[in-house]
C-alpha cells in the first residue's frame, strides 16, 4: 500500500512527467514561464482544477456513458476552471491579473483531460487524488525549473528580486517565445541523458 | 431495433442534461457568492486606476445628473463601444484638475475597459486600462506603457486612428484599433453632451 501512495505521488515527477516526458500541455508552460510568481500561481490553480476534477469524475465514474465520457468530462473541468476564476477574481485580485487570461486555457490543457480518460474514470476515489496530486507536482516543477531559469537570464531578478544589480544586462530573448523552447528543449535534453544513463547502469548491474 | 435505438438517444440525452444542470446550479451559487466581493475589488481597481491618472487628486466624485442618477451610465456609443461613468477629479483646494471617462470597448477576446483623464484643456491626460482578455503575448500588450503613452497629451480633436496618428501593438490591430476609437469616440460624445465641462475654475 505505501509503496502504491509512493509511486502514484512520484511517477509524475520524472517516469511520467506530463511536460518533460509526455510533452503535454506545452501552450500554457511556454506562456506562463516568463517568471516564477508566475508558475506558482499557475501550478496552484492547475493542482485545485486537476484535483477536484480527477475526484468528481472517479465518484461519478460508473455513472457516465461511455459514449458520453469526453462531453461530461469537458463539462466538469470548465465547470471547476470558472469556479475558480470566480474564486480568484474575488479574493485574489493581483493573482488575478497576473493569471487571468491563462486560467481559461486550463480547460483544454490536455494533461487533465489526459489523466481523467486514462485514470480517474477507470480507477478509486483515493488514488486519483493522488495521481493528481502527483501529477500537479510534475507539472510545477516542470514549469518552475523553466521560469527560474528563463527569470534569472531574461529579467535578472528571481521572485521580483534582482540579483546581480543594475550592471546586469539580461538577456531578453529568455523571456520571449523562442527562449522558452530553447530552455524546454535543453531541460528535457539533460533529463533523457540523464535517464538514458541510469538505465543503462541499471542493465550492466 | 428501431425503439431501443431511440430510448439509447434519449436516456444519453437526459443524462447528459442532469450533468449540466447539476454543473449550472454550482456555477450560479459560486457567481452569487463571489459576485459582491468581486464588485467591490473590481471598485478598487477602478480607484487605484483613478488613483494613477491625476496621482494628486484627493477626491473621485461621480457625475450625476439632477435625480442624482449617473451621467451617461451605460451609453451606447456604437455597437462596441460603451461609456459607463464620469467622475471629477480634485485636488485639496477642491480644484477641478480634469474628469476621468470610463468606458469599454470590443477588443479581440472581448471587452478592454478603460478610463482615462481628459484634461479641462481637451487633451488626454492618460489612459489605463482596468480590465481586458485579449490574446497573451499579442494584443494583452495594451496595458504596456509603451503603447498607452501615446495617448498622453493627445487633443480631443485628433484623429486617433491607427496607423497613423497612433501606432499599433505589433500584429494586434483589432486591439489597438479597438482602443483608440473607444477613446475617441467616448470623448467626442463627452464633449458634445455635457455642458459643464467649460472651465469651472474660471468662475
Given at each position: 500500500?505505501?509503496?502504491k501512495i509512493?509511486?502514484l505521488l512520484?511517477k509524475g515527477?520524472?517516469?511520467e512527467?506530463p ?5 503535454l500541455g ?19 490553480a492547475f493542482t485545485f482544477v486537476t484535483v477536484l476534477s480527477e475526484v468528481t469524475i472517479s465518484v461519478l465514474r460508473k455513472w457516465i456513458p461511455k459514449s458520453l465520457r469526453i462531453p461530461i468530462f469537458i463539462v466538469i473541468i470548465a465547470s471547476f476552471v470558472t469556479i475558480l476564476q470566480f474564486l ?15 486560467i481559461p486555457l486550463i480547460v483544454v490543457n490536455c494533461i487533465i483531460i489526459g489523466r481523467i480518460e486514462s485514470f480517474a474514470s477507470k480507477k478509486p476515489v483515493f488514488d486519483s487524488i493522488l495521481d493528481g496530486l502527483g501529477i500537479s507536482?510534475?507539472y ?66 | ?6 430510448k439509447q438517444i434519449v436516456t444519453l440525452g437526459i443524462t447528459l442534461s442532469l450533468y449540466c444542470i447539476i454543473a449550472a446550479l454550482a456555477l450560479s451559487v459560486t457567481y452569487?457568492v ?170
Amino acid at each position: 500500500m505505501k509503496t502504491k501512495i509512493k509511486q502514484l505521488l512520484t511517477k509524475g515527477l520524472l517516469k511520467e512527467n506530463p511536460v518533460f516526458v509526455l510533452m503535454l500541455g506545452l501552450c500554457s508552460v511556454l506562456a506562463v514561464s516568463v517568471s516564477v510568481i508566475n508558475a506558482l500561481g499557475m501550478t496552484l490553480a492547475f493542482t485545485f482544477v486537476t484535483v477536484l476534477s480527477e475526484v468528481t469524475i472517479s465518484v461519478l465514474r460508473k455513472w457516465i456513458p461511455k459514449s458520453l465520457r469526453i462531453p461530461i468530462f469537458i463539462v466538469i473541468i470548465a465547470s471547476f476552471v470558472t469556479i475558480l476564476q470566480f474564486l480568484l477574481q474575488a479574493y485574489f485580485p493581483s493573482l488575478n491579473k497576473a493569471l487571468g487570461i491563462f486560467i481559461p486555457l486550463i480547460v483544454v490543457n490536455c494533461i487533465i483531460i489526459g489523466r481523467i480518460e486514462s485514470f480517474a474514470s477507470k480507477k478509486p476515489v483515493f488514488d486519483s487524488i493522488l495521481d493528481g496530486l502527483g501529477i500537479s507536482l510534475g507539472y510545477g516543477i516542470a514549469i518552475l525549473s523553466i521560469a527560474i531559469v528563463r527569470e534569472i537570464l531574461g529579467n535578472g531578478t528571481i521572485l521580483g528580486y534582482s540579483l546581480f544589480g543594475t550592471s546586469f544586462e539580461p538577456a531578453l530573448m529568455f523571456i520571449l517565445p523562442p527562449g522558452a523552447f530553447l530552455v524546454i528543449g535543453i531541460e528535457i535534453g539533460i533529463i533523457n541523458h540523464v535517464s538514458k544513463k541510469a538505465s543503462r547502469k541499471e542493465a550492466s548491474k | 431495433m428501431k425503439q431501443n435505438q431511440t430510448k439509447q438517444i434519449v436516456t444519453l440525452g437526459i443524462t447528459l442534461s442532469l450533468y449540466c444542470i447539476i454543473a449550472a446550479l454550482a456555477l450560479s451559487v459560486t457567481y452569487s457568492v463571489t459576485l459582491p466581493q468581486i464588485q467591490l475589488q473590481q471598485k478598487k481597481a477602478t480607484e487605484e486606476s483613478m488613483k494613477s491618472i491625476y496621482p494628486d487628486a484627493i477626491s473621485f466624485t461621480l457625475c450625476t445628473d439632477n435625480e442624482q442618477n449617473p451621467i451617461f451610465h451605460n451609453q451606447v456609443i456604437d455597437n462596441c463601444i460603451t461609456l459607463d461613468c464620469i467622475y471629477e477629479g480634485r485636488d485639496q483646494t477642491n480644484l477641478l484638475l480634469g474628469y476621468l471617462v470610463k468606458g469599454s470597448s470590443l477588443g479581440y477576446g472581448g471587452p478592454i475597459v478603460f478610463i482615462y483623464g481628459l484634461d479641462l484643456d481637451d487633451t488626454i491626460h492618460s489612459v489605463s486600462i482596468i480590465e481586458h482578455s485579449e490574446t497573451p503575448g499579442l494584443g494583452a500588450n495594451v496595458i504596456k506603457d509603451h503603447f498607452l503613452n501615446q495617448f498622453k497629451g493627445k487633443l480631443t480633436s485628433d484623429a486617433f486612428l491607427v496607423k497613423q496618428d497612433i501606432t499599433p501593438i505589433t500584429a494586434s490591430t483589432i486591439t489597438s484599433k479597438a482602443l483608440s476609437e473607444g477613446i475617441k469616440k467616448s470623448v467626442t460624445y463627452v464633449r458634445e453632451n455635457i455642458t459643464e465641462l467649460t472651465n469651472e475654475n474660471e468662475n
